[in-house]
Nanobody, 120 residues
Framework: VQLVESGGGLVQPGGSLRLSCAAS????????MGWYRQAPGKQRELVAR???????DSADSVKGRFTISRDNAKNTVYLQMNSLNSEDTATYYC???????????????WGQGTQVTVSS
């Protein structure tokens, strides 16, 4: 199973970015998909996550600015980030809690990370 992220980069304060993460491999079912971030010297933190039925949860710091969505047919999760500020600068990691084909349990998988830098 692989999670491949895209969409990071450099953006000015107030700008927008859209992150994508596609899961591939021998996947039976995906439960929750989400985005986490880690800034230098800080712990990794939840940004937003979405269940298979569309129920979402997000950090207070991004409410009203970031929107998470997913396409179950494509095993893909998106993060639309608006009104970005310097505190959003971090490496963003995709996470999927999924069950592989032939397996009986769910396991967390992580992407390699994509850098988001907000700077003028």
């Amino acid at each position: 199973v692989q999670l491949v992220e895209s969409g990071g980069g450099l953006v000015q304060p107030g700008g927008s970015l859209r992150l994508s993460c596609a899961a591939s491999g021998r996947i039976f079912r995906i439960n929750t998909m989400g985005w986490y971030r880690q800034a230098p010297g800080k712990q990794r933190e939840l940004v937003a996550r979405i269940g298979s039925g569309g129920l979402t949860d997000s950090a207070d710091s991004v409410k009203g600015r970031f929107t998470i969505s997913r396409d179950n047919a494509k095993n893909t999760v998106y993060l639309q980030m608006n009104s970005l500020n310097s505190e959003d600068t971090a490496t963003y990691y995709c996470n999927a809690n999924l069950r592989k084909t032939g397996s009986s349990w769910y396991t967390d998988y992580w992407g390699q990370g994509t850098q988001v830098t907000v700077s003028s």
